[in-house]
C-alpha cells in the first residue's frame, strides 16, 4: 500500500518526459513521486511528456503531476489531460501566488482531488496564509531555486528565516500538515543533503523535495522519528492511557496535552512510513 501522502517526507520529481524513469511498482524508495510536466521538460517537449502520462494505467503507482503554472500557454492543456489519468494522487501548481490559483486549478480537476501548491515567488509568500487556506490545497511547498532567481536573496541563513518560517507558520494556521522544502542541489553528496534536511525538520518542514534519487536516503532519514523519541511516544500514550486524560509525568517530565498529542502525531507518521517502508522491500 503506498503511503498516505500525510505522512511522506521524500517527493521525487522525475521529468514526464522520462517514461523509462517512471515508477514501476510502490515501495521505490521515494514517499511520493512527482511527474513534472514543468521546469525539467524542455518547451518543445511538453507535449510528448503529457502523451506520456497518457500511457500510465491504473495499475501504476499513484504519483503527482507537476503541471505548469497558471500565466503559461500549458496550464489548461495539463489540466484537461491530467483531470482524465488514472492513479494521480494529486497536482502541484508551480509559481502559487493567490489563493484564486488554486481555485481555478481545482475547478478544473476532478473533485476533491487535492494540490499542493508550490510558492517560489515574493508574492506568493506574501499570499501564503490565504493560499493554504483554499479548500484544495494539501500542503505549501517551497521553491528555493525560483525564489532566489526573483530574489536575489544571497546565502546568509538570516535572509532566508522569513520566508521559510512564513510558510511554516501559514500552513499551520490554515490547518495543514507544514510545508515541503524546496530540493538540495547536491546529487552526490550524502552528507550534505541530510544535514540540509536536518535543518529544514528543525525549521518546520516536514519533508523535501528531491531532484534525484541519491536524495532520498538522506531526506528519510532527515524527516523519520529517531527511535528513541518513537520509544519515549509510545511510553507516553501508554501513561496516557491509564491516566484518565489527566497530565502524566515520563522520565521525569510532565506531559499535558499538546505533548500527548505531538507523542500522537510522531507515533502515527512513525508507523505509516514503517509499514510504507516494509510493504516496499
Ligand atoms: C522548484 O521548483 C524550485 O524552484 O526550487
Ligand atoms: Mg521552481
Redesign the pocket.
Same mark, same amino acid.
Given at each position: 500500500m503506498p503511503l498516505d501522502p500525510r505522512h511522506a517526507r521524500s517527493w521525487l520529481f522525475t521529468p514526464a518526459d522520462r517514461p523509462e524513469r517512471y515508477p514501476r511498482r510502490d515501495g521505490q524508495g521515494a514517499d511520493a513521486v512527482i511527474l513534472d510536466l514543468?521546469?525539467a521538460v524542455a518547451p518543445a517537449d511538453k507535449r510528448q511528456a503529457r502523451e506520456n502520462l497518457c500511457r500510465r494505467g491504473s495499475d501504476d503507482p499513484p504519483v503527482w503531476v #507537476?503541471i505548469n503554472d497558471r500565466t503559461s500557454e500549458h496550464w489548461r492543456d495539463d489540466l484537461a489531460e491530467v483531470a482524465l489519468l488514472p492513479a494521480v494522487t494529486g497536482v502541484m501548481l508551480?509559481k502559487a501566488e493567490r489563493a484564486d490559483d488554486v481555485a481555478a486549478t481545482a475547478a478544473l480537476l476532478p473533485g476533491g482531488m487535492p494540490v499542493i501548491a508550490?510558492v517560489?515567488t515574493s508574492l506568493g509568500i506574501e499570499n501564503a496564509y490565504g493560499i493554504a487556506s483554499e479548500p484544495a490545497t494539501f500542503a505549501l511547498? !517551497?521553491?528555493?531555486?525560483? !525564489? #532566489? #532567481?526573483e530574489t536575489g536573496l544571497g546565502e546568509a541563513p538570516e535572509a532566508w528565516a522569513y520566508p521559510r518560517t512564513r510558510l511554516v507558520i501559514a500552513s499551520r494556521a490554515a490547518g495543514l500538515r507544514g510545508p515541503i522544502d524546496?530540493?538540495a542541489m547536491q546529487l552526490d553528496d550524502v552528507a550534505a543533503v541530510r544535514s540540509e534536511a536536518t535543518r529544514g525538520r528543525a525549521g518546520g518542514f516536514t519533508g523535501k523535495?528531491c531532484i534525484h534519487p541519491s536524495q532520498i536516503t538522506p531526506v528519510n532519514a532527515a524527516y523519520s522519528p529517531i527511535p528513541e523519541q518513537v520509544d519515549w511516544a509510545r511510553r507516553v500514550l501508554e501513561q496516557a492511557a491509564r491516566s484518565d486524560g489527566a497530565a502524566v509525568r515520563v522520565d521525569g517530565e510532565m506531559i499535558d496535552r499538546p505533548r500527548l498529542e505531538h507523542a500522537r502525531d510522531l507515533l502515527e507518521s512513525a508507523v505509516a512510513q514503517s509499514d510504507a517502508e516494509s510493504a516496499g522491500t
Amino acid at each position: 500500500m503506498p503511503l498516505d501522502p500525510r505522512h511522506a517526507r521524500s517527493w521525487l520529481f522525475t521529468p514526464a518526459d522520462r517514461p523509462e524513469r517512471y515508477p514501476r511498482r510502490d515501495g521505490q524508495g521515494a514517499d511520493a513521486v512527482i511527474l513534472d510536466l514543468e521546469d525539467a521538460v524542455a518547451p518543445a517537449d511538453k507535449r510528448q511528456a503529457r502523451e506520456n502520462l497518457c500511457r500510465r494505467g491504473s495499475d501504476d503507482p499513484p504519483v503527482w503531476v #507537476r503541471i505548469n503554472d497558471r500565466t503559461s500557454e500549458h496550464w489548461r492543456d495539463d489540466l484537461a489531460e491530467v483531470a482524465l489519468l488514472p492513479a494521480v494522487t494529486g497536482v502541484m501548481l508551480p509559481k502559487a501566488e493567490r489563493a484564486d490559483d488554486v481555485a481555478a486549478t481545482a475547478a478544473l480537476l476532478p473533485g476533491g482531488m487535492p494540490v499542493i501548491a508550490l510558492v517560489e515567488t515574493s508574492l506568493g509568500i506574501e499570499n501564503a496564509y490565504g493560499i493554504a487556506s483554499e479548500p484544495a490545497t494539501f500542503a505549501l511547498a !517551497f521553491g528555493v531555486a525560483d !525564489f #532566489r #532567481r526573483e530574489t536575489g536573496l544571497g546565502e546568509a541563513p538570516e535572509a532566508w528565516a522569513y520566508p521559510r518560517t512564513r510558510l511554516v507558520i501559514a500552513s499551520r494556521a490554515a490547518g495543514l500538515r507544514g510545508p515541503i522544502d524546496g530540493p538540495a542541489m547536491q546529487l552526490d553528496d550524502v552528507a550534505a543533503v541530510r544535514s540540509e534536511a536536518t535543518r529544514g525538520r528543525a525549521g518546520g518542514f516536514t519533508g523535501k523535495l528531491c531532484i534525484h534519487p541519491s536524495q532520498i536516503t538522506p531526506v528519510n532519514a532527515a524527516y523519520s522519528p529517531i527511535p528513541e523519541q518513537v520509544d519515549w511516544a509510545r511510553r507516553v500514550l501508554e501513561q496516557a492511557a491509564r491516566s484518565d486524560g489527566a497530565a502524566v509525568r515520563v522520565d521525569g517530565e510532565m506531559i499535558d496535552r499538546p505533548r500527548l498529542e505531538h507523542a500522537r502525531d510522531l507515533l502515527e507518521s512513525a508507523v505509516a512510513q514503517s509499514d510504507a517502508e516494509s510493504a516496499g522491500t
